[in-house]
């Protein structure tokens, strides 16, 4: 698990939250959009055999399928000394599996079919991932292969003979990716460790820009709240109306409501003797209140709207 004081929610423990508090919480406060984080604790490790499925977004629905295939090619080595003394080779093979419509930041690489395969990068922190970047939304991505000699050089151990892919040895790189949603294509990054004694894929974490078609970059996270105090003002609701009352607040502030896909649906300066906010339109449900002052200070208040 990767160590840092951003607030985390851990990956499919995300279901134990409400969807309110798993899109306010990662609101981001840069004019790019809101990054949406998940930090897998503790780290996902796929071996030889073993998959993991991520849902960037939580929506139920699989983004991404990571997974390591592995297949025997029969008598593909032989010894240099003894033609006639034959081993089996063993082909591990690490892959990306996107849902319809995803996909990788890439590099292609033609077969001698004349077909084309694609190999994800492994980028490093603060690469842009966006429509500019190679995506390919092939039905599988590798991430690289080991090609072993199996039982040598005694019985039930494998000699690595040979590694290709950006991917092998590479330690926290980022995996650029691209998954429809709600709105358009959103983009984000899964942050990976590949180990190449035990060929294993770590997984760590991964977040996503939650404005459609808006770059996000490699490693990038949700910046720190600066929190008021939880007595600085009284915020409730009542069928459609948000009150704001009782604010202890000094310094001009500003207002957002946002509903539980993280779309804002108010936007205004705080009256500082109180106020009312009506969501005629709004869907009932629960929607967050989220009070920035001008030095970045943050309030903030889940409250259910009836309409």
């Known amino acids: 698990m990767k160590n840092s004081s951003t607030p985390r929610i851990a990956g499919k423990k995300l279901a134990a939250y409400s ?6 919480l990662l609101l981001h406060s840069a004019a790019q959009g809101q990054i949406n984080y998940t930090d897998l604790d503790p ?3 796929v071996f030889p055999l073993g998959a993991f499925d991520v849902d960037m977004d939580d929506n139920g629905d699989v983004d991404f399928t990571f997974s390591v295939t592995t297949f025997t090619l029969p008598d593909f080595f032989y010894t240099v000394t003894n033609h006639s003394v034959y081993f089996d080779g063993l082909f591990n093979v690490m892959k990306i599996y996107p849902a319809a419509g995803n996909g990788a930041v890439a590099y292609p690489l033609s077969t001698s079919s004349g077909g084309t395969l694609a190999y994800a990068e492994a980028l490093n922190a603060g690469s842009e991932i966006d429509g500019g970047a190679a995506i390919y939304t092939n039905s599988n991505i590798y991430m690289g292969a080991f090609l072993s000699v ?3 050089p005694v019985p039930g151990s494998n000699y690595q003979f040979y590694s290709f892919g950006a991917w092998p040895g590479k330690t926290e790189k980022f995996v650029g990716v691209k998954f429809a949603g709600d709105g358009g294509d959103y983009y984000g990054w899964v942050r990976c460790t590949v180990n190449n004694a035990d060929i ?4 760590i974490d991964y977040a996503y820009n939650g404005t459609p078609d808006a770059m996000i970059e490699a490693g990038e996270e949700p910046s720190a709240i600066n929190s008021l105090n939880p007595d600085a003002m009284n915020v409730y609701s009542n069928g459609n109306i948000i009150y704001i009352n009782d604010i202890q607040i000094q ?3 500003t207002v957002q409501v946002y509903d539980v896909q993280g ?9 500082m003797n109180g106020m009312q906010i009506a969501l005629d339109n709004a869907s009932t449900g629960v929607y967050t209140v989220r009070v920035a002052t001008a030095d970045d200070a943050h309030y903030v208040k889940q409250v259910f709207v009836k309409n």
């Open 19 to 24: 969807s309110l508090a798993g899109s306010f």
């Open 43 to 45: 780290d996902e490790s």
């Open 150 to 152: 199996a039982n040598y």
């Open 200 to 203: 294993e894929v770590v997984l």
């Open 251 to 253: 310094s001009a502030a």
């Open 263 to 271: 779309k804002q649906v108010f936007n205004g300066n705080l009256n």
